[in-house]
Each structure stands twice: as C-alpha cells, then as structure tokens.
C-alpha cells in the first residue's frame, strides 16, 4: 500500500511538476525568512549578552515575560495597540468589501479601469512619501487647509491633526483606507465575478431591485472569502503597522500612537535589550495564534464551509 501511494504521488508531482517549480521560490521565501529565524525565540528566555553570544548567554526562563508585563511601556504599548487595531479592524476592514461592490456595479468599463488604476495606485506608494503628502495638506502653518482657510477669511489657528493626540488615531485609519482599500479589493472583485450571473437573472425577473440583489447574492457570495481574510486579520490584530506608524508618530502623539511594533524596535535597536524585544515578539505571535484559532472555531460553528481549517 505504501508503495501505491508513492507511485501515485510521484505521478501527481510529475503531472503538474511546472506548478510546483513555479512554487518553489515561494517555498523557500517561507523556510529561509518564516521557519529559519524562528531558533532565534530561544533568547526571549534567556539573559542575552551579545559578547557571551547566543550560546553562552545564561537561561532564565520565563523571566523576561515577567519583567515585560511590568513595565509600564509594555502596557501603553498594547493598550495603544489594541485600539488602532480595533479601529482598523471595525472602519478598514469593510472599506474593500463595500469598494468592491461599488465598482462591480459600474456598467461603463472605461471608466471602471479607470478608477480601479487610481485607486490602486496609493498601495505602491511608500509611507514615507505619504507622510509627506499629509504633511503638506496639513501643516498648521503651510499646508493646503492652512491655505484654503485663509482664502475663505478664516484668521484662527488650524489643528495640527498630525501632533493632536486627539484626531491622531483617527488620522491612522483614515490614511491607510485611502492607501489600502483600493488593492484590497482585487480579491473581492476576482470572487464577484466568479458568482453565476444567472442568479442576479433569476432574482430580476422575480423583480429583486439592486440593493436586495447585493444583499441576498453578491453578499452571500463574498461571506468565505470575507471569514477566510477576517480570520487573518484578527490573526494580525497585535500589528497595527510598524512602517505607518513609525513614519508618521512623533513626541507629541508617543501617548496615543506608541504600538508594539514600535516599542520592539526602540527595545531592539535604541536600548539593545534583544532579550526583551524577542520576547515582545513571541508574545505578539502566541497572542495571533490563539486569536486565529479561535475565530477560525467561531466561523466553523456558524457555517462549516467557512474557516481555513
């Protein structure tokens, strides 16, 4: 029996053995820069040193988890952390989903590739450059709504939604919608267009206006491919950006906009504490864990088809 089910499996191999070359960079992105680092979660239990290396530093177990969870830094950290991704999660999330349905309905496809290409674009560009296209809107003292104002009259002083620890959450959201929602909605149109037409027929010869079609069709239709990145979004619940963040944050905002991303790269790079950067890091990846299989369980209970595993 072993042997038959070898024979067959090299046939498999060999019948679609281009597929499986065409996967082999992927694979081995995955092995050298996923599974490989991973020995490196041991120095979160140990006192590293980096003159006694990784070897030689001494085992201390869970105490760096220990004096981690009383720092007070940590704490402001996650908390921070928790709301932008709550944020993200409850205004971002849906912003492809309902793009998505948006641009299906548009009948004219000049002007549907046309707006898809713009609202592509921002995705490819860095949040370097977008830092300073926000900036130059809005600049409390040269930026475009500084100027619109005193075009109109207006003589009081404008908010600097970018130093406001009031506005400055909601600024997060607000950019990576504009940056993100747009390519989001690659996967959502691909499984749109995958839905039988002869369904939204059916529905309007039973005289099913738009909006009831989009409810009981397109919606229907979407709900896999929605549990299946849901999953993975509350999966990735502990990384509200590192790059977004780090490229827009400054002092006046380290209250309001200080992540876990952040406080891994000042532990790692600014303090040199290694040994506590690694283990903020595994504790982020326990946390993503547990919060994946857990959703996953949820959606399998309320639809068996839904779920990645």
Do not use: C
Request: glycine share 6%.
């Amino acid at each position: 029996m072993a042997v038959v089910g070898i024979k067959a499996t090299l046939t498999l191999l060999k019948k679609d053995k281009h597929l499986y070359l065409l996967a082999i960079p992927g694979i081995l992105f995955f092995i050298v820069f996923h599974y490989v680092p991973m020995y490196g979660i041991l120095i979160a239990f140990k006192k590293y040193n980096v003159y006694q290396g990784f070897a030689g530093s001494p085992w201390i177990g869970f105490d760096n988890f220990v004096k981690l969870f009383q720092m007070s830094g940590f704490v402001r950290a996650l908390n921070n952390t928790m709301i932008i991704s709550l944020y993200q999660l409850v205004f971002a999330f849906p912003a492809p989903i309902i793009l998505a349905i948006m641009l299906n309905e548009v009948r004219h496809m000049l002007y549907r590739k046309f707006v898809q290409t713009v609202i592509y674009l921002p995705h490819f560009v860095s949040w370097i450059i977008i830092t300073g296209i926000l900036y130059a809107f809005f600049s409390p003292s040269t930026g475009v709504i500084k100027e619109i104002s005193v075009w109109l009259g207006y003589e009081g002083t404008v908010i600097n939604f970018m130093s406001s620890k009031e506005y400055f959450r909601s600024l997060l959201v607000v950019s990576n919608i504009w940056k993100e929602a747009g390519f989001g909605t690659v996967l959502y149109l691909a499984t749109i267009v995958s839905i039988d037409p002869q369904l939204y027929e059916a529905a309007k010869v039973d005289g099913a206006k738009k909006w009831h079609q989009i409810w009981h069709i397109t919606l229907p239709g979407l709900r896999t491919t929605i549990v299946i990145l849901l999953i993975f979004r509350v999966g990735h619940i502990l990384n509200a950006g590192l790059d977004q963040v780090y490229a827009l944050y400054n002092p006046q905002v380290y209250e309001v906009s200080e992540i876990l991303d952040t406080f891994i790269y000042k532990l790692a790079f600014e303090e040199a504490k290694y040994d506590l950067s690694t283990a903020t890091g595994v504790f982020k990846s326990v946390i993503g864990l547990i919060l994946v299989l857990f959703t996953n369980y949820i959606a399998k209970k309320i639809d068996r088809d839904s779920g990645i595993i």
